[in-house]
């Protein structure tokens, strides 16, 4: 049903409404009555981002203003707990299904996929009022540098939807334009150590510490200039004393405004525990509403712009090496942003186009150079271990099965313009990966790599298009490329030609893309099963060559079965971004429906409700007016 539907569907429902219908309290039936009607018009044409406003950042049972160590029950009903085989780090609840934490809880291929508990208090004994739910989707921010801790924020998407109770709720997330200045009262909870190297002793209850929010320029004096970034909110005394520690990763730091209290920070780092002149250092939730919101594109967390009275003192702090504050900066990081140097581009960048492919018909042959310009060999102490593709200017689409045992991106590195593993390559450039973000789907999971730099795009070095649900006809002409030992153990890229075939009723068409039988060895892992549709190169499958976890299946009918790129959207939107678009003859769009109308509207909603919203205003308007006459 569109929204403009329900608001109609909600019109004709409140005037069949019946008074004795209405359960709550507290105020005269027929007022109810009235002002039910209007506030379920009203959260239905209002956009999705706020669904959550009336609920977050309002725990029934927390009447905390000041002191207190061990949180009494029901206090922190956003609070949750991470698992493996035991707690690791906290997180926070921002709807029915989606938690918020650190980047660096979840960077670990051995905690991507954790047991999340909500509505616990302690983790020794029993928790009456708790549920546990899986994760079935983690989500690293794209920017997450694990070396400066820039970025530190993921998103974890639950396997099924939780019931708000007084345990549980979710809380408030800071908007965009939020204002937190040094010495804002702030409370930041987990089951953390009680101090360096101190864990907290049975029965491990969760615990609650007040903080006050140091300015970032005052931070940066402290960590050393540059250390801490606009992305970044600090919290602590001074003096030491208070402060979060290892265990309380990935968990709140919030500030009530009003009623509500609101997620200004996650715990990210610091030096030591409660030392010095070293608060505590949290990701600042306010510069991802963009972001989440892109994500979360339904039932969207309740965003609440926190707003800081009087003067930000943290503008008079100067030190050796920090900029001077500019007239009309951002007092809210007190830092002001560096400009990233100016870059020309002849124009807009556009995928699957290949200059010196004219490839139609083949067979098992050796590549030209330039052939395949998005194809990456992904290498680790200097010797190639997967296949990959340039998928947009800085990312690189991999196979989730190249990092099992080695997910740190800094041992890694991608090469773009290569034909050969072991000879000249005159137009290849080397380039260092600064994240690597694994799906986590129920079937053989991608891999997105994050570039330091993004390449010059040439001839030899272009990006492929993404398969966004495009139809791959029976019959299409395909192509598979990898490296391989040839003659006298040369490693030359090569490609294989295959076609689209009728996957039959075994599985799924919108999951899985079928093509006749061809032989993959180890160095194909992580490559692309490409084809070209109206002049331009889409990726279909990414190659998985392992026997575990296979990215595809040969069936007794000599049907190769793989799976569809198009599976990983979601992911891929939320890594990669608004997928490229084609060389513009090309009749087919491929951009990503969900990323771009995110990028459009962050929380006024899709230019496709501004139509009916502004109708059902006008109408809701008059139906008011009747109402409360």
Not at 357 to 386: D, F, T, Y
Request: aromatic content about 8%.
């Amino acid at each position: 049903m569109s929204q403009a539907e329900r608001g109609v569907f909600v019109l004709e429902g409140c005037r069949l409404f019946k008074a004795q219908q209405i359960r709550i309290s507290r105020f005269p039936v027929m007022t109810l009555y009235k002002v039910t009607c209007v506030a379920a018009l009203l959260t239905l044409l209002t956009p999705e981002s706020h669904s959550q406003i009336n609920v977050c950042g309002q725990p029934p049972l927390n009447p905390r203003i000041v002191g207190g160590q061990v949180a009494p029950l029901g206090s922190w009903p956003w609070q949750v707990s991470l698992h493996t085989s035991a707690h690791f780090c906290g997180g926070s609840l921002i709807n029915n299904q989606w938690v918020l934490t650190a980047a660096h809880c979840v960077s670990s291929i051995n905690t991507r996929n954790p047991t999340v508990f909500l509505g616990r208090q302690s983790q020794q004994q029993p928790n009456s009022n708790e549920v546990s739910r899986e994760v079935t989707l983690t989500i690293i921010h794209p920017n997450y540098n694990p070396r400066t801790s820039d970025n530190d924020i993921a998103l974890l998407r639950l396997n099924s939807a939780v019931t708000f109770t007084n345990f549980i709720r979710p809380v408030c997330l800071a908007a965009s334009n939020s204002t937190f200045f040094n010495g804002t009262d702030s409370w930041v909870t987990g089951w953390g150590n009680i101090g360096s190297g101190v864990p907290l002793p049975f029965p491990q209850s969760l615990m609650e510490v007040e903080v006050p929010v140091v300015g970032n320029r005052q931070c940066n004096c402290l960590y050393g200039v540059g250390t801490i970034t606009d992305n970044m909110i600090c919290a602590g005394l001074l003096a030491g004393g208070r402060d979060s520690c290892q265990g309380d990763s990935g968990g709140p730091m919030v500030s009530k405004q009003g009623s509500v209290w609101v997620q200004s920070g996650i715990v990210s780092f610091g030096v030591g525990c409660a030392e010095p002149n070293f608060p505590g250092v949290y990701a600042r939730v306010s510069q991802y509403q963009s972001w989440i919101s892109s994500i979360i594109t339904t039932n969207q967390p309740g965003f609440v712009t926190f707003t800081s009275s009087g003067t930000d003192g943290d503008l008079n702090v100067s030190c050796t090496g920090l900029p001077p504050v500019t007239t009309g900066g951002n007092s809210t990081t007190s830092t002001p942003p560096v400009t990233p140097p100016a870059t020309s581009a002849p124009g807009p960048v556009v995928c699957g186009q290949a200059p010196l492919n004219s490839r139609i018909l083949g067979g098992n042959s050796v590549a030209s150079a330039g052939e395949w310009p998005w194809m990456a060999s992904l290498q680790k102490n200097g010797n190639h271990m997967c296949g990959g593709t340039l998928v947009s200017e800085d990312t690189v689409l991999s196979s989730a099965n190249c990092f099992s045992s080695s997910p740190n991106a800094s041992e890694w590195t991608v090469i773009l313009g290569r034909l050969t593993q072991n000879g000249s390559n005159p137009f290849e450039v080397v380039l260092n990966v600064t994240n690597i973000t694994l799906s986590t789907l129920n079937v053989s999971n991608v891999a997105v790599l994050h570039l330091e730099t993004k390449p010059t795009l040439t001839n030899y070095i272009q990006p492929i298009c993404l398969d966004n649900g495009v139809a791959f006809g029976v019959g299409t002409t395909c192509w598979v490329a990898g490296w391989r030992s040839r003659l006298a153990g040369t490693v030359l890229l090569q490609e294989l030609q295959t076609s689209v075939m009728d996957c039959g009723n075994a599985s799924s068409s919108s999951d899985s893309i079928c093509s006749g039988v061809f032989t993959l060895e180890p160095g194909d892992t992580g490559g692309p099963l490409m084809c070209k549709l109206n002049g331009s190169w889409f990726q279909a499958a990414v190659l998985l060559t392992t026997n575990s976890n296979s990215s595809f299946e040969t069936r007794e009918d000599g049907v190769m079965v793989f799976t569809k790129l198009s599976t990983f959207r979601d992911f891929l939107a939320a890594t990669v971004g608004v997928f490229l678009s084609p060389f513009a003859d090309s009749t087919t769009n491929t951009t990503n429906t969900t990323a771009t109308t995110a990028a459009m509207t962050t929380s006024g909603g899709s230019p496709s409700q501004s139509a009916p919203f502004l109708f059902l205003s006008f109408l809701l308007l008059l139906f008011s007016r009747h109402l409360f006459s």
